[in-house]
C-alpha cells in the first residue's frame, strides 16, 4: 500500500529536496517538514563565501518562500525539535520537544550535522559557523575589524579566511597537520592550499595545535603548542562537524558515526536518512561513507524520494563531488581522495596555480582534486565511477 503521510525530519537541503522529489515523482500524499530552526530551508555554501564576504544578504540563501513550499503541499514546521523516533509495524511517531506528534507511514531523517566546538575554547568571541546565526554574528564582528585566528586548515577555514582577507582582516590559520586540507587531499595538495593562502596574506601557521584560548569576557589570544602568542580578537573554530544523531537513538537505527543506511538509503523498515548525517554503504567504494557535501545530499535526497514514491531504485551509485571556492580559486573534489592513495599530477602544476591530480588504489583512480580545471573534473568523475587504471587516466587526461 502506498505511503499516507511521509515525516522528513531535518528542514534544510537534504529534507527539502525529498519533499519536493516526492512530488514531482508523483507522491500525492502528506509531506510534514520538520525543522528546528527559524527560518525556511536554505542554502549554507554561500554563508561561508557570499554572506561573509558581504555581496549577499542572509535571506538571498533561502530555497523557498512559505507560499512556495504550502504550494507544493509541504507542511513545514520551524522551530520544531525532533527528540525521539518510535516504530511500530506499520510506521511510527516523531515525538518533539513541544510536546506535539507526528505519525508516520515512512520517515526521513535528514538532520545533518553541527560544527564541532571545543568546551575549555569556549568565550565570547570564539565562533563557528554552521547557520545564518552565526554568519550574522560573524559578520558583525568583521566589520570591528578584528584580528582574526582561524583554527582549523579545512574548507569552512580556509572559506572563512579567504572571505575575511576579503574585507581586508589581518588573519591568521592555524592547521594541526602538516598542510591546509591535508587530512583530505594530502600534503602535496595542502601545500599548494598553503601558497594560495599566504600569496593571499594570511599568515598560515602548520604542525602546530592550539594550547588555549585566552582573554575574559572577550578573546585576546591564542596559545600554540610551541609556545607562540597570536593577538587575536576573533577566533572562528573549524574543525568539521558532528552528525545529528542523538534525538534519533532509541528509534533501533544503527548509528555509527552517522546513520548507517544501505546503498538506497534505507536505515531499517519505512526509515531512510539522507545528507550529512547519513552513512550509506556505496558500490563503487565497498565501504558505508558519509559525505558531507550538497550535490552528494542532493543526488541521496533524489533518490530516496523516488524509493518512497515506489519507483524502482537500484543503489546509488553517484560519485561524491564536492566544490570549496577560496582566493578567486574553484577547488573541486571527486570522489574519494586520500592521504593514504597515490598522488598523481595529471596537468598543470600547483605553483601555477591550475592543475588537475588524481588518487589512485591499486592502480586505479579512486578520486581527484582540480584547481580552476571544471572541465576535467567531471571527466576525472567518470574515472573513478569506471575505476580506470590510473596511467591510461593520466594519458587522456593529458590529450
Ligand atoms: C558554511 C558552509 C559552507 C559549505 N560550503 C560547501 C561547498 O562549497 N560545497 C559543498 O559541496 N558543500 C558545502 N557545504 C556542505 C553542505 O552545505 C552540506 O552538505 C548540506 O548543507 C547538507 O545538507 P543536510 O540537509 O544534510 O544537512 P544540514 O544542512 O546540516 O541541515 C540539517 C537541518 O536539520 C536540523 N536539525 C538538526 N537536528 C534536528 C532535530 N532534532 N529536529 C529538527 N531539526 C533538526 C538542523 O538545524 C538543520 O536545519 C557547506 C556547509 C557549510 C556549513
Known sequence: MAPRRIVIVGASLAGLRVAEGLRSHGYLGEVVLIGDEDHPPYDRPPLSKQVL???????????RTPDELAARGIVHRRRTRATSLDRDVSGGVVRCADGTEERFDHVVVATGARARRVGAWELPGVQTLRTIEDVRSLTEAFARRPRLTVVGGGFIGAEVASAARHRGLDVTLVEALPAPLSRVLGTEVGMACAGLYRRNGVR?????????????????????????????????????????TEWADGGG??????????????????????????????PVFDAHIRVEHWTHA???????????????????????????????????????????????????????????GLYA????????VGFDQPRAIARVR?????????GAAVQALAG
Open 53 to 63: 564576504s558581504g555581496t549577499w544578504e542572509p535571506s538571498r540563501t533561502y530555497f
Open 204 to 244: 598560515v601557521l602548520t604542525g602546530v595545535a592550539i594550547e588555549g584560548v585566552q582573554g575574559g569576557p572577550g578573546v585576546e589570544s591564542v596559545d600554540l603548542t610551541d609556545g607562540t602568542r597570536i593577538d587575536s580578537d576573533l577566533v572562528v573554530v573549524g574543525i568539521g562537524a558532528v552528525p545529528n
Open 253 to 282: 537505527l544503527r548509528l555509527d558515526g552517522g546513520i548507517v543506511c544501505d546503498a538506497s538509503g534505507g536505515a531499517g523498515a519505512r526509515v531512510w536518512a539522507v545528507g550529512d548525517v547519513a552513512r550509506w554503504y556505496h
Open 298 to 356: 542532493t543526488e541521496q535526497a533524489h533518490h530516496v524520494a523516488r524509493a518512497i514514491a515506489g519507483q524502482a531504485v537500484g543503489p546509488m551509485t553517484a560519485i561524491p563531488y564536492a566544490w570549496s571556492d577560496q582566493f578567486g580559486v574553484k577547488i573541486q573534489i571527486v570522489g574519494r581522495p586520500s592521504p593514504d592513495a597515490t598522488f598523481v599530477l595529471a596537468s598543470g602544476t600547483p605553483e601555477q596555480g591550475r592543475f588537475v
Open 361 to 368: 588504489a591499486a592502480g586505479r583512480v579512486v578520486g581527484g
Open 382 to 390: 567518470r574515472m573513478v565511477a569506471g575505476a580506470a587504471e590510473v
